[in-house]
């Protein structure tokens, strides 16, 4: 199959190409070129983009959206007692199961090709993951807990180093990387946090967590520049603004910790904010020019794409020779077929009704 007369965003640097073409071969872009009179599908100047990488999800409380009223973030989400939890105790298997598949399927017709999950319910909760992705044209990614037959997971996915005793967190590290398994934590989201840490550790959550040696930092809500500075060895840092704005718990310093670290974005606990990456692509703009940093466009949208493909070893997410499908075609109608900086409205204004994914 071959696409032509399109414009797009090529390779790691999203490169923007005008009067492109794409070969595909058995759901892997084997050709990308420019010019020239071919036969193929004309889709009449259109942008084709990269599909997005939703890096951070919780989807098992999807059958509870928007069912808390001004109530903090341990009362919501912190195991094993808060609401979350505790409508997970409750609520029936069977609409548990079906809020998580309207999740995936929402998020796979949005564009998202591969979402990461923070699976709780160990290998239960696994096995309703993969019922509910079954059929599903998207990909995941389980960071679990609570698993013995580490064959089902990518890696650990831990709530933080206040919901667990530190000897026991560093087990868990053990077992991740003797068995070549990412380790991921939630950090410095609460900031009642910082003070509960000093009290326990005598060190800041930032630095305690650091001791752990992580793969993956979720979040960092609440790390001050120096801490920013600290995170640097660590492989990825997943932020996830609409999430903690939503909350209350603040908004990361986008531009310190993009400047610092490899970011990716994620949309965290769909009871309390919606999965669409193109919201988070938006509010996250927005969020950096908040904090009066300099970032260019790119960037924000490799957070999205590039930078998650790199995290997680995914063949997708970028538009290159050897990378599978879907990707995204951009209509060609209102706003994009107006814009001056194409890459600047794709983050900005477009939705899931501007696109159409290409399998």
Same mark, same amino acid.
């Given at each position: 199959?071959?696409?032509?007369?399109?414009?797009?965003?090529?390779?790691? @640097?999203?490169?923007? !190409?005008?009067?492109?073409?794409?070969?595909? @071969? &058995?759901?892997? !872009?084997?050709?990308?070129?420019?010019?020239?009179?071919?036969?193929g599908i004309d889709l009449k100047g259109s942008l084709i983009i990269p599909s997005l990488i939703n890096a951070h999800t919780h989807i098992g409380d999807s059958s509870f959206i928007d069912?808390?009223?001004?109530?903090? +973030?341990?009362?919501?989400?912190?195991p094993p007692d808060s609401l979350k939890h505790t409508l997970l105790k409750?609520?029936?298997?069977?609409?548990? =199961?079906?809020g998580m598949r309207e999740t995936v399927q929402y998020m796979?017709?949005?564009g998202i090709s591969y979402f990461v999950d923070f699976r709780e319910g160990g290998e239960k909760g696994i096995s309703m993951l993969k019922n509910a992705c079954e059929g599903a044209k998207i990909g995941y990614r389980v960071l679990g807990r609570d698993v013995k037959d580490l064959s089902q997971i990518h890696g650990f996915g831990i709530s933080g180093v206040l919901d667990m005793e530190l000897s026991y967190l560093k087990q868990i590290r053990k077992s991740a990387e003797k068995n070549g398994k990412l380790f991921a934590i939630h950090v410095a989201e609460?900031?009642?946090?910082?003070?509960?840490? =000093?009290?326990?550790?005598?060190?800041?959550?930032?630095?305690?967590? =650091?001791?752990?040696?992580?793969? !993956?930092?979720?979040?960092?809500? &609440?790390?001050? =520049?120096?801490?920013?500075?600290?995170?640097?060895?660590?492989?990825?840092?997943?932020?996830?603004?609409?999430? &903690?704005?939503?909350?209350?718990?603040?908004?990361?310093?986008?531009?310190? +910790?993009?400047? &610092?670290?490899?970011?990716?974005?994620?949309?965290d606990n769909v009871m309390i904010n919606s999965p669409d990456m193109w919201r988070e692509l938006s509010f996250t703009y927005k969020m950096t020019r908040v904090k009066n940093g300099s970032m260019k466009v790119s960037e924000i949208l490799k957070m999205a794409t590039v930078n998650p493909a790199k995290l997680f070893s995914l063949n997708s997410g970028i538009i290159q020779e050897g990378f599978s499908l879907?990707?995204?075609?951009?209509?060609?109608?209102?706003p994009i077929s107006l814009s001056i900086d194409p890459i600047r409205t794709v983050i900005s204004r477009i939705t899931p009704k501007d696109i159409k994914v290409l399998r």
């Open positions: 199959m071959l696409y032509k007369n399109l414009n797009l965003l090529y390779g790691e @640097e999203l490169e923007y !190409i005008k009067n492109a073409y794409l070969r595909i @071969e &058995n759901g892997k !872009i084997t050709e990308v070129g420019t010019g020239g009179k071919r036969v069912c808390y009223d001004e109530l903090t +973030i341990d009362e919501l989400v912190k409750k609520t029936d298997e069977n609409k548990i =199961l079906r796979a017709g949005s609460n900031p009642l946090s910082r003070p509960f840490s =000093l009290y326990k550790y005598r060190r800041t959550e930032v630095e305690v967590a =650091l001791s752990l040696n992580p793969d !993956i930092m979720i979040h960092l809500t &609440n790390a001050d =520049l120096r801490e920013i500075k600290l995170v640097r060895r660590v492989k990825g840092i997943v932020l996830c603004p609409s999430s &903690n704005a939503i909350l209350g718990s603040g908004i990361p310093d986008i531009p310190q +910790i993009h400047e &610092n670290s490899l970011v990716c974005l994620g949309t879907p990707i995204i075609r951009i209509r060609k109608k209102y």
